[in-house]
């Protein structure tokens, strides 16, 4: 069965103070790992995908990486308008090739203080 | 281009009875995926359309079912509701063959 377990649970950084959010899976043949924002009362927000062991992709102050067991969300510098719920999620390959269902980690509640 | 669009945004409910939701895609957009998201449990896929069939289920009790029409809405139902169905429902779109899913806004249900 696919799993995403992500950690930690919950990180409070100051302003500028730079940190990582860790994202463990394992699925039957990734067809892609996903990144998410989450505000208070809305839906998901799409970060990024992430296809390959090695890849990088880079937002403004956010950066994610993949290997071939997990992903890490990196902050740099944060500002109090990064804190949001980020959610890492992965698709498994299908069986028809058509669209799977994703597979949400719990969530890494990110709170930065000005 | 206009997102996700999810009516009602808010319902209450009471125990046993029945609840309809309803999507639409961003234009374009042929799939529709359904998501339950609790505080316990996260989110948890409950199903997904494509051309008006159901193409991938989860773990979810008969109760729960969907639909999707030929423009590419679709509906979810909620049938005799107990209390543990209180959840944001959250629905995503996506090009068929591409990955990304884009997510509406959400109904929260609250079920007294």
């Known amino acids: 069965e696919d799993q995403v377990t992500q950690s930690p649970e919950a990180l409070r950084l100051q302003e500028g103070e730079s940190s990582s959010l860790n994202c463990s899976y394992t699925?039957?043949?990734?067809?892609?790992l996903f990144w998410y924002r989450q505000d208070p009362g809305k839906g998901p927000e799409f970060l990024f995908t992430l296809y390959s062991a090695g890849e990088e992709k880079e937002k403004e102050r956010l950066k994610a990486t993949l290997t071939k067991k997990e992903s890490f969300l990196h902050i740099t510098a944060p500002k109090p308008e990064d804190s949001a719920t980020y959610l890492c999620?992965?698709?498994?390959?299908?069986?028809?090739?058509?669209?799977?269902?994703?597979?949400f980690g719990k969530g890494t509640k990110l709170t930065v203080n000005p | 281009k206009a997102g996700v669009t999810q009516t009602p945004r808010y319902l209450i409910k009471t125990r046993g009875q029945q609840v309809t939701l309803s999507c639409s895609p961003i234009s374009g957009h042929r799939s529709v995926s359904w998501y339950q998201q609790t505080p316990g449990q996260g989110l948890q896929f409950l199903f997904e359309y494509f051309s008006e069939t159901q193409r991938n289920k989860g773990n979810f009790p008969g109760r729960f079912s969907g639909r999707q029409f030929s423009n590419s809405r679709s509906e979810m139902n909620v049938s005799t509701l107990e209390l543990g169905d209180s959840a944001l429902y959250l629905c995503a779109s996506s090009i068929p063959g591409a990955d990304t899913q884009y997510f509406g806004p959400g109904t929260r249900l609250t079920v007294l």
């Open positions: 699925v039957s043949g990734l067809r892609g």
């Open positions: 999620a992965v698709q498994a390959k299908g069986a028809q090739g058509g669209s799977e269902k994703l597979v």
